[in-house]
């Protein structure tokens, strides 16, 4: 099934083309057209769209930039959506909508469904969304550690059972490294950590705190600081309250109060009233008089101890020593203790906890190397078979006497893990490093893919691979092109053949010259200039019954109006229909 699909891009102002729209649908889909029509522009622009680097130079003499847009029906919930949604987009009933300006002076701007963003994460989607198998840009499998995803796919279980057990025990291994690194590289600033911790809680337990103690002597030191204007105030209050022994003849508050209530209470059974305000005043003598007596207390409780207060001072100087180390205030020097006596309780253990984590990582270690081996014999006995049936696809594209096979080594490092007597250096997915080889023809040494093949070799090779991996590579689009340069006749139709297999479990493009290959297409595409050497909005279309046949009939004698050319194209297109896979 396929996951997403390229449905269609429109390209402006890009090398040859004025102003054209390119509509591809699901299964095989083949761009031919004359040699110069701007067919590679479809190659172009996607690499465009999906975070190419921008060449100002593919930008059409006279115009300002080009743009290129592109429409990817991609389902909720698939990684290249949820990378989208990440970075701000929003799909467009299903579909993401992307968008590439490239300016002549060098400029290029990106949107992803609505929203502008770095190319860069144009890029990030490519390898969710297309493969791009051209001439000068071969990507994906190129890759070696693509090339080691592929080959784990491919097997399957074998390795993928061995690999998660190897992954869970990977990060634990790291995670106990990091930690025992720590403590034992830093054993020096541990020891340091706990002498201050050990000094500190000392100091503290020597002072015993108490939670806001140190509010309470403010508060204390502030009235015995000032305890003879307190008296003072206290006495003569009291005595404008209650009177003053030593003059008779004083008027206080509470006489007078007194005098009022007794002035109403005479008359308060003649007005309800009257009567009330008799009562609050009644009530105000009572006060008066609860105050007066309070105060009458206070003044005769008041301490001015001289010596209380110098004990009062001294006691808050030793808690604003502990305060101005550790903390704001009591509470929270009782809470650095408390804390602190967690951590010295933590780094006192270290000896211990080092024991623990050097027999941990040393066990960790040889389950490692078990795993790693049996990934390594997984990965072997995988990459034999799929050599084989890759080297099998390229004896029917002309490539009669390549080879190709798997390099899978291991790097020695002292401080990696066992791996068959051997230590070798080990990372999140094993041992081995991973690496596609190619030797074209007899004799000549197997090289890396990318290295060991010309473009046309490369593209068939791709071709082969993607057709052996069909099915198990998430990449739902391929772009091939090119794929058939250098070969004709029988391995051209075989290379056809290939594509429309590979069409059955993801979206095939194909650029191509031979008819061949495209008559093997569920859908074809004609690029054609208009007079002023551009491709215009009707300079690309989709050929249909007549239309195809005479496209056909051009690509293999170049003669649209050859019965014999015609009668050619008739019997490709039947055999086509006849002999897919």
């Known amino acids: 099934m396929v996951v997403s699909v390229l449905e269609e891009m429109r390209i402006r102002s890009l090398g040859v083309i004025d102003d054209a729209v390119v509509e591809l649908s699901p299964g095989f889909t083949a761009v031919t057209g004359e040699t110069g029509a701007g067919k590679t522009m479809v190659v172009t622009s996607l690499g465009?769209?999906?975070?190419?680097?921008?060449?100002?130079?593919?930008?059409?003499?006279?115009?300002?930039?080009?743009?290129v847009e592109g429409r990817i029906a991609v389902p909720e919930g698939a990684a290249a959506a949820v990378r989208a949604e990440e970075a701000g987009a929003e799909l467009d009933e299903g579909a993401l909508l992307i968008s590439r300006t490239v300016s002549a002076e060098g400029r290029s701007r990106a949107h992803l469904g609505g929203r502008s963003v770095p190319v860069g994460v144009l890029a990030e989607l490519a390898d969710e969304l297309v493969a791009v198998h051209g001439q000068t840009d071969q990507q994906g499998l190129l890759k070696p550690n693509r090339q080691r995803q592929a080959l784990d796919r491919y097997a399957g279980d074998a390795v993928a059972v061995p690999l998660t057990?190897?992954?869970?025990?990977?990060?634990?291994?790291?995670?106990?490294?990091?930690?025992?690194?720590?403590?034992?590289?830093?054993?020096?600033?541990?020891?340091?950590?706990?002498?201050?911790?050990?000094?500190?809680?000392?100091?503290?337990?020597?002072?015993?705190?108490?939670?806001?103690?140190?509010?309470?002597?403010a508060e204390e030191a502030e009235r015995l600081g000032h305890a003879e204007a307190l008296a003072s105030a206290a006495t003569a209050a009291h005595a404008a309250l209650a009177g003053n022994p030593?003059?008779?003849?004083s008027i206080d508050a509470a006489t007078l109060v007194a005098g009022a209530h007794r002035a109403l209470e005479a008359v308060r059974s003649h007005d309800p009233a009257l009567a009330a305000l008799a009562d609050r005043i009644g009530e105000v003598g009572i006060l008066l008089g609860d105050v007066a007596g309070e105060l009458a207390g206070y003044a005769d409780d008041l301490d001015a101890d001289p010596l209380r207060l110098t004990a009062v001072e001294e006691r808050r100087a030793v808690l604003n020593a502990l305060i101005r180390k550790y903390g704001q205030d009591v509470g929270s020097v009782l809470e650095w203790a408390e804390q602190g006596a967690a951590r010295l309780t933590e780094l006192d253990g270290d000896d211990d906890r080092v024991e623990e984590l050097t027999a941990e990582r040393d066990g960790l270690r040889t389950e490692l190397g078990d795993l790693a081996q049996a990934l390594s014999n997984a990965r072997t006995d995988a990459a034999e078979r799929f050599a084989a049936a890759v080297t099998a696809e390229l004896s029917s594209l002309a490539m009669p006497h390549a080879r190709v096979s798997f390099d899978i080594r291991q790097t020695e490092d002292p401080e990696g893990v066992e791996v068959g007597g051997r230590a070798?250096?080990?990372?999140?997915?094993?041992?081995?490093?991973?690496?596609?080889?190619?030797?074209?023809?007899?004799?000549?040494?197997?090289?890396?893919?990318?290295?060991?093949?010309?473009?046309?070799?490369?593209?068939?090779?791709?071709?082969?691979?993607?057709?052996?991996?069909?099915?198990?590579?998430?990449?739902?689009?391929?772009?091939f092109d090119e794929v058939d340069a250098g070969v004709g006749g029988k391995a051209a139709v075989e290379i056809g053949r290939r594509l429309a297999r590979l069409a059955k479990t993801a979206q095939v493009v194909?650029?191509?010259?031979?008819?061949?290959?495209?008559?093997?297409?569920?859908?074809?595409?004609?690029?054609?200039?208009?007079?002023?050497?551009?491709?215009?909005?009707?300079?690309?279309?989709v050929l249909e019954g007549e239309d195809r046949v005479r496209e056909l009939s051009r690509m293999l004698a170049g003669q649209e109006d050859s019965e014999t050319a015609r009668a050619h194209a008739e019997e490709l297109l039947a055999t086509a229909r006849t002999d897919r896979p």
Do not use: W
Request: hydrophobic share 40%; aromatic share 4%.
């Open 510 to 541: 194909v650029v191509t010259h031979l008819p061949q290959v495209a008559a093997f297409a569920d859908r074809q595409l004609l690029v054609e200039k208009t007079n002023d050497g551009s491709v215009t909005r009707s300079g690309v279309k």
């Open 424 to 479: 070798v250096a080990c990372g999140p997915s094993g041992v081995d490093e991973v690496e596609l080889l190619l030797a074209p023809h007899p004799g000549a040494p197997p090289r890396p893919i990318a290295k060991g093949a010309s473009g046309g070799e490369l593209s068939r090779v791709m071709l082969a691979v993607e057709v052996v991996f069909a099915g198990t590579d998430p990449v739902p689009t391929y772009l």
């Open 165 to 217: 057990k190897y992954a869970q025990a990977y990060r634990r291994l790291r995670s106990v490294a990091t930690e025992l690194e720590e403590i034992t590289t830093r054993a020096r600033e541990r020891a340091q950590e706990a002498d201050l911790l050990r000094f500190g809680l000392d100091e503290i337990a020597a002072v015993e705190p108490r939670t806001g103690e140190d509010l309470e002597l």
């Open 48 to 67: 465009l769209l999906l975070g190419g680097r921008a060449d100002p130079a593919l930008v059409r003499i006279g115009a300002k930039n080009a743009v």
């Open 246 to 249: 030593e003059d008779p003849e």
